[in-house]
């Protein structure tokens, strides 16, 4: 038993937050929501590079996965740096993909993936309805429990997180049927990550309040002398740091029949970590935080559009007493 | 990483089984903060002492089997799984024993550690007075130098398990000029020694599961001092940051409790009832997480310190919503005496105790998150 992350995997998440710490992602949230993906993709080319989208793809598919522990790091570090783009989908479409042996479709489009050339939106209704980034992904899918297509996205709607695009799709012919196990692991696996890029959301949050609590000024005193605003803080860690462990429990619980489960758990505590994250972030910053202008906000915006995404919490929660 | 048990862990998961399949009570015993419930703790306890259960970690000179910490989370795992009764000697075996490990002489460890693992002698501990309770530096009972010893005055209050132990340990102000922290000494005393009186208090269930200690002039020899005299403080430290960790509440005993709420959830719900489902969907996901972070604890090599802070203030709050869980799909037969109300009322002193979860979150800001310390 050691369930701490080992020299390497620690390395790989320092390694990808340094890297994102000196990349401006905010610069590119903005951009990808002003519809200039440049600098996005040039972040995704970066994070390939580091492994990143390799770790979802099957070696015989010129991948290094799936490594769900690895995985939840860099999801992890993706979030906390509000890395814009379709990534947790393109992560459980490999996922979906790795599943389906020989398939042309996984032959096809598993190597881009795995070099982080291709941007996979991903649909797997109803749970998750809308493909988000589907009029910049390389490739829509949409699965069932019967089949995968491909399909088309098709106009767009405005999320709380201007760097989500959400878009409704028209599926096109079966390409692949009998596909409810690799339909049920992609949704897992994408549930799992997006509950891994909210803890990641909601540990930064966490940070920037507390450097501001540090230094804004208010009765002659830093905000954070004071115990009505240290015990927000503090409950935030405290949920940060429980919720951690079930993503990690929930990464090697992968491919056992506690999976389903161990993911809900993990998203429904994630949801509600980052969520007070952000409620107390707002709450710390006063109006500033309530502002367009503030980078922070944009991490503020994503955790509850996050919250409900790849399951709401009640659903999660409800699949966690189905298992009980 | 990974979250497998070795071969050894599991062979002493077996043997621990076992050995508590043939031993534990079949009828609950009655509750040990009564008269009669005690006396049949104290019987359970000599009973596990008799087979080296009571503190399976210890070294085997002191009457321990000298397991490993991942052993001993196997070991409570399955002790509150097959419903073993509750440890009516867990300030000696978690609180003092911690400190004299830390800070005994070998001649104290010797003396005082066997009879506990034997279950032979009990231990109440005495911290908080009427007016120092999260101030625990604003002490006011004295401990006043004699010839070979200290003779100890003041009043006690909230004395865990007093009305029915053999002796206490805890902190009393022996150089007053000192500051608030120093001067401080930590002693070990009998209960019924010349000059002491017991007086019981009634928790809020009317059980006597504390009392009031009246010290008149009551004499402490110098070697039941732990420590240095004068320097009690930083002892007494080390047994607080312990009892905010893992071992006053181990994750086994929240992983029984809730797969016997799980139990009362398949007997008693209304399955339409959405939200009590959603309570219990969160309190077992926050009993798993207390669980896996107590691995993750163990799996790391450093001292945990102030995290424990973060420990103490995650499972008083959930040992809460669990009873609180509990209650509420019995309904209207929630307020009927039974183990769960028990657990219930118990569970409402553990926000207080240990220090108040205020104070663990002044610490988890001030010494985690790096936030001024000001006014409180």
Known sequence: MKFVLDAEQRLFTDTLHALLTGADTARAVRAWAAGDTKPGRALWSALADAGVFALAVPEAHGGAGPLPVELVCAAEQLG????????????????????????????????????????????????????????????????????VREATAHGGTASLDPSRRLLPVVPGEPLVTGAAAASAAAYDLGALLCAAQQLGLGRALLDVSVEYARTRQQFGHPIGEYQAVKH??????????????????????????????????????????SYLAARVALQVHGAIGYTDEYDPSLWIRKVRALYSAWGSPASHRARVVDAL | MDLDFGPAEEEFRTEVRAWLRAHVPAEPLPSLETADGFAAHREWERTLGADRMVAVSWPREYGGRGVSLLQWL??????YAAGAPGRVNQNGTDLLATTLFRHGTPEQLARILPPIAAGEVIWAQAWSEPGAGSD?????????????????????????????????????????????HRGLTYVMFPLDADGLTVRPIGRLDGKPAFAELFLDEVFVPDEDVIGVAGEGWKAAMSTAGNERGLTLRPPGRFMASVDRLVELWRERADPSDTAL????????????????????????????????????????????????????????????????????????????????????????AERLLGLPRGAR
């Open chain 1, 232 to 273: 927000h803080l503090a409950d935030v860690l405290v949920e940060l740091e429980y919720a951690r462990p079930l993503l990690f429990g929930a990464a090697l619980a992968y491919r056992t029949p506690e999976f389903s489960r161990d993911v809900s758990a993990a998203k429904a505590a994630a949801s509600a970590a």
């Open chain 2, 136 to 180: 625990l530096a604003g002490l006011r009972s004295t401990a006043t130098r004699t010839r070979g010893g200290w003779l100890l005055g003041g009043q006690k209050t909230w004395s865990s398990r007093a009305p029915f132990a053999d002796r206490a340990f805890g902190l009393f102000r022996s150089h007053p000029e000192a500051g608030r």
């Open chain 2, 277 to 364: 489902r959603d309570r219990l969907a969160d309190v077992w996901i926050r009993c798993q997480a207390y669980r896996l972070k107590g691995f993750e604890t163990i799996s790391r090599e450093d001292d945990i310190g102030v995290e424990a802070s973060l420990t103490k203030v995650f499972w008083s709050e959930l040992d809460v919503a669990l009873h609180e869980t509990a209650l509420d799909l019995l309904g209207t037969d929630g307020e009927l005496t039974s183990p769960w109300l028990e657990g219930y009322v118990f569970s409402l002193a553990g926000t207080i105790y240990a220090g108040t979860n205020e104070i663990q979150r002044n610490l988890i």
């Open chain 2, 74 to 79: 196997v070991f409570e795992e399955e002790y």
């Open chain 1, 80 to 147: 906390r740096h509000a890395v814009p783009g379709p990534f947790v989908e393109t992560l459980a479409a490999a996922e979906l993909l790795g599943r389906l042996g020989d398939d042309p479709l996984a032959a096809t489009w598993l190597p881009r993936i795995a070099a982080g050339e291709a941007l996979v939106s991903l649909t797997l209704p109803p749970a998750v309805p809308y493909a988000l980034d589907g009029d910049v992904a390389d490739l829509v899918l949409t699965a069932d429990a019967e089949t």
